[in-house]
């Protein structure tokens, strides 16, 4: 499975962003998508996860109520819409994948099998 992200830059504080990335090769038996980030100097945070079969999703408190998590109808490509961006959002976005939603969300992003290549958010006054 190889993942394409889009979406990112530069963007002013109170702003928003949209990422994007979509799934190729052998996406059967994915469940689980969604978005990693890693700011300067810290640790890695899972974001936000959804389920392509369920559609249960999964967030990150920092980002509750500002960022939403969709996927497409043919369920290949997901995206993180992310409003009132705030200074501390600045990270690097990792699209990553996984055949189970529930260790993602649970687990944390330590157990997730595949991960994008990752865009940059600067968000800045």
């Known amino acids: 499975v190889q993942l394409v992200e889009s979406g990112g830059g530069s963007v002013q504080t109170g702003g928003s962003a949209r990422l994007s990335c979509t799934a190729s090769?052998?996406?059967?038996?994915?469940?689980?998508m969604g978005w990693v980030r890693q700011a300067p100097g810290k640790e890695r945070e899972g974001v936000s996860y959804?389920?392509?079969?369920?559609?249960?999703?999964h967030y990150a408190d920092s980002v509750k109520g500002r960022f939403t998590i969709s996927t497409d109808s043919a369920k290949t490509t997901v995206s993180l819409q992310m409003n009132s961006l705030k200074s501390e959002d600045t990270a690097v976005y990792y699209c990553?994948?996984?055949?189970?939603?529930?260790?993602?969300?649970?687990?944390?992003?330590?157990?997730?099998?595949?991960w994008g290549q990752g865009t940059l958010v600067t968000v800045s006054s």
């Open positions: 090769g052998s996406t059967g038996n994915i469940d689980g």
């Open positions: 959804i389920s392509l079969s369920t559609g249960m999703v």
């Open positions: 990553v994948a996984d055949p189970s939603f529930f260790r993602m969300a649970e687990a944390g992003y330590k157990y997730i099998k595949i």
